[in-house]
């Protein structure tokens, strides 16, 4: 065998050998990354629930006032809607008061009504006036001398300062059940602690709606008659969920 040919098979032999080390080496580089990118899969570890709640006296009333005007003209019936709202609001904004009773307009609009033929044959309008607040007595009377519109519905809620307290409250109780429920968990396993994954904190708050009837006394004349309204109870709730390693 000639020199080049030698010299040519010893250097195809040594790229062979580099190409064959390169490929372990990079082998090995790929299993020792994989196995410091793998997080080691936790033991133990126990998903959980807590939830509780809290009652309280609704503190803030809405009542929404509202009237309807028909008629075979949209500006005729537009303003017959305005003199209905415009005399409410002398009314209602003599006995606002910042908190305990805020005024406010609230929907107003027209909507045409169609014949047989498919022609606007009229119009129908809707006019609103909202009295919202904390003083239920103010609220209640003030309604009564509203004689131009009348109380279309009535709800009871919560303010934010009432919401709070009472989410404060909840929040304490749901968390210290679960924080019991981990132990007792914990404990029942032969566990001596435990140790906090994860956590997640959620509340909710349902109000029931009340709706007076007070339609028979203004139809007897009661007209400045207070508008009987009455609150409630509601449930401020609060679960607490998450998972803890047992120790």
Request: charged share 20%.
């Amino acid at each position: 065998m000639s020199l080049y040919h030698l010299t040519r098979e010893r250097d195809v032999l040594k790229n062979l050998k580099i190409i064959i080390a390169s490929i372990a080496l990079f082998t090995w580089a790929g299993t020792c990354f994989s196995e410091n990118i793998s997080p080691s899969l936790p033991l133990h570890r126990v998903n959980l629930s807590a939830r509780a709640s809290v009652q309280v006296v609704q503190d803030l009333l809405t009542m929404t006032l509202t009237t309807v005007r028909e008629g075979a003209d949209a500006q005729a019936v537009q303003a017959q809607l305005k003199s209905a709202l415009d005399a409410a609001l002398i009314v209602a904004k003599k006995d606002a008061r910042p908190k305990l009773m805020d005024v406010h307009t609230g929907r107003f609009g027209l909507a045409p009504r169609y014949g047989r033929d498919g022609k606007i044959t009229g119009w129908q309008g809707t006019a609103e006036l909202v009295l919202e607040g904390q003083d239920f007595v103010r609220i209640s009377e003030t309604a009564g001398k509203l004689t131009t519109l009348t109380v279309a519905n009535a709800s009871f809620g919560l303010t934010q300062t009432q919401r709070d307290g009472a989410r404060a409250q909840a929040q304490d109780q749901a968390i210290a059940l679960f924080r019991q429920r981990a132990a007792e968990i914990a404990k029942r396993f032969d566990f001596g602690s435990y140790a906090l994954v994860e956590v997640s904190v959620n509340d909710d708050e349902g109000a029931p709606f009340y709706q007076p009837k007070m339609m028979a006394a203004r139809a007897v004349g009661l007209d400045t008659a207070p508008v009987p309204v009455e609150a409630g109870l509601t449930s401020v709730s609060v679960t607490v969920s998450g998972s803890v390693q047992l120790q």
